[in-house]
Nanobody
Framework: QVQLVESGGGLVQAGGSLRLSCAAN????????MGWYRQAPGKQRELVATISSGGSTNYADSVKGRFTISRDNAKNTVYLQIVSLKPEDAAVYYC??????????????WGQGTLEAVST
């Protein structure tokens, strides 16, 4: 069994900064690609950023230059550093990870989401 635990969401003023964290707990063989997605009211869930096990990153055009994804493999944790927050960034942010379990089967796991609100 594997669980993704997210933290760091909250209410931040426009132009401010925020850091989201997501830690994988449980027993597993390997964590593959990890990423962040977000879903705003009335909109579809969209990819924000991903990072491979080797450190290769990918960002949505809307967040390039403002969001930074990173991971600490020793802590089984992925981070999302956000600067220059915009009102359009307000959403529920979901952590995602591709995990190979101890029985050597791989699947995607999702966190329950953390709410980020932006005040103006």
């Amino acid at each position: 069994q594997v669980q993704l635990v997210e933290s760091g969401g909250g209410l931040v003023q426009a132009g401010g900064s925020l850091r989201l964290s997501c830690a994988a707990n449980g027993r597993f063989f390997r964590i593959n690609t990890m990423g962040w997605y977000r879903q705003a009211p009335g909109k579809q869930r969209e990819l924000v950023a991903t990072i491979s096990s080797g450190g290769s990153t990918n960002y949505a055009d809307s967040v390039k230059g403002r969001f930074t994804i990173s991971r600490d493999n020793a802590k089984n944790t992925v981070y999302l550093q956000i600067v220059s927050l915009k009102p359009e960034d307000a959403a529920v942010y979901y952590c995602n990870a591709g995990i190979t379990t101890t029985d050597y089967y791989s699947k995607d796991y999702w966190g329950q989401g953390t709410l980020e609100a932006v005040s103006t």
